[in-house]
């Protein structure tokens, strides 16, 4: 691990939005990341948390992580990417930490994501999930959901191409 980055990380902020496209652009070309409408990034911004470092007066957005509660007991991690540049000192920990709090402060008790870093994920407490992480009910009302996210916890067939090679996991508050 590099030298830590002194980043502070808070609540995305609407102009915080131009870092958080940056860095989804960043990851989408391998798949780390799923391509979403500027708009979307908008209408989310409030379940966004960014990580920004200051230089010279001027913030710079160097990670995000957004939370997106599904249910009563769960939510999901989502869009959870650093940069290239500060990568490995502690940005994607911190970030989690922020995300995993905010879960706690809204009563949820399950943490899921779809991901391919399992090792840093793994380290954060979180477990591969093979199991359904919802019952019947609970899926029939998700169904009615408009939200790619949720077709993708699902594992509905029209997103499978989003899905493939990632791996649910799930961490336990």
Known sequence: MS????AEVRRARTVDVAGIRALVDTFTADRRLLMKATVTLYEDVQEFFVAVEVTGGVERVVGCGALHVLWEDL?????LAVSPDAQGKGVG????TRLVENARELGVRRLFCLTFETEFFGRHGFVTAEEALVDPDVQAELLQSSD????EFLDLERVKPNTLGNTRMLALL
């Open 3 to 6: 030298a830590p980055l002194l």
């Open 93 to 96: 920990a911190a970030l989690l």
């Open 148 to 151: 790619e996210g949720v077709a």
């Open 75 to 79: 939510a999901e991690v989502r869009t």
